[in-house]
């Protein structure tokens, strides 16, 4: 399958020389090339790309242009994938990303694409639904919690379905529907994460977003 890409990014030599090397990929194709905000929505509706790979910031503001397209999307082209590309290793900007499920988002930090392979990879998983995160985010994010003594290790077999269910950006019928549970199911078991993964005391959506950064973090491949 072809994927086709629209990358947006405001400085042009990044630009140029991340579209020429996603360019020297046989399986993707830049159908749009945007240098800030008004330009990436425009091409996107006039596009309909697979896949968007983002700058976290451009004009007009430079403060969190990415993100805030990422959102936009969700809405006006759910069937796009969203990628940033940062030199900015904030957590805060992955949760953003990340607020309203994980399916189809990525965030990695500038410095991979020196390695092709690697985003190229990432392209492909958040087209094929999947979520990539940099490891340098997870890292920040769980540097606090012992390895030695995960949260993760106190979840019973079937929460960890759950919870991988989740990192697939499921909603709860999704999940329900997934492990042919009922959605009540689902809610006492996710409850039972958030208290486990010591996130009781934030709103949900923000919960949902750290119980699955801290799965992606212990996961095979991410």
């Not at 392979?117 to 492909?124: M, T, V």
């Not at 003594?149 to 077999?157: C, M, T």
């Not at 208290?195 to 992606?216: C, I, N, Q, T, W």
């Amino acid at each position: 399958m072809l994927i086709r890409l629209v990358m947006a990014e405001d400085d042009f030599l990044i630009r140029e020389g991340v579209r020429e090397l996603i360019s020297s990929l046989e399986d993707v194709e830049v159908v749009g090339i945007c240098a800030d905000m008004d330009e990436l929505v425009e091409a996107v509706e006039r596009e309909k790309p697979d896949v968007v790979l983002t700058d976290i910031r451009m004009p007009p503001t430079k403060t969190d242009e990415g993100v805030r397209a990422a959102e936009r999307f969700r809405d006006t082209a759910p069937g796009t994938a969203v990628l940033i590309l940062s030199q900015y290793d904030e957590p805060e900007y992955a949760l953003a990303l990340l607020e309203r499920g994980a399916q189809g988002r990525g965030y990695l930090l500038k410095q991979r694409v020196a390695d092709l392979d690697q985003l190229a990879g990432a392209i492909r998983e958040v087209v094929r639904g999947g979520s990539v995160i940099d490891p340098l985010i997870v890292e920040g994010l769980v540097a606090a919690r012992s390895r030695a003594d995960s949260p993760l290790d106190h979840l019973s077999a079937r929460e960890r379905e759950v919870l991988s269910e989740m990192a697939q950006g499921k909603s709860n019928a999704g999940i329900a529907a997934a492990l042919t549970l009922t959605e009540r199911a689902i809610e006492r078991h996710i409850n039972s994460i958030f208290s486990k993964l010591g996130l009781a005391a934030e709103p949900d959506v923000h919960r949902r977003v750290k119980a699955v950064l801290l799965f992606l973090s212990e996961s095979p491949g991410r």
